[in-house]
């Protein structure tokens, strides 16, 4: 993590792009978690090198551990752009339905 933040990095989750210390100050300064790419029982003994692990969420890293096949943090990147595109799609045609001047059905919380 030091390596990331020397090189002017963030510790924000490869994932979802949260990032701990943005939303908790400086409880939440320096903290995120580490996945190993390579399952550690395909990739048998030796040293993890730093290419070896992706910077992780604990929402994310439950995602990925939840159940098999595990995706990698680019395949689970990919899977919450695409659930993102998917919902912004539905709010515009519901707001494409709405008639001008009247509010739209979708509550905020939909958004």
């Known amino acids: 993590m030091d390596s ?14 949260f990032d701990f210390k943005e939303v908790y100050g400086e409880r939440g300064a320096g903290y995120v978690e580490c996945h190993h790419v390579l399952p550690l029982h395909e990739a048998g003994e030796g040293k993890t090198k730093l290419s070896d692990l992706a910077l992780i969420c604990a929402n994310c890293h439950r995602m990925i551990h939840h159940r098999a096949p595990w995706p990698t943090p680019a395949e689970l990147r990919a899977a919450i752009e695409d659930r993102r595109a998917s919902r912004l799609r539905g709010v515009a045609i519901v707001h494409q339905r709405s ?7 979708t509550s905020e919380g939909q958004r």
């Open 4 to 17: 990331v933040l020397r090189k002017g990095g963030s510790l924000a989750c490869e994932a979802c792009g």
């Open 99 to 105: 008639k001008p001047g009247e509010r739209s059905t």
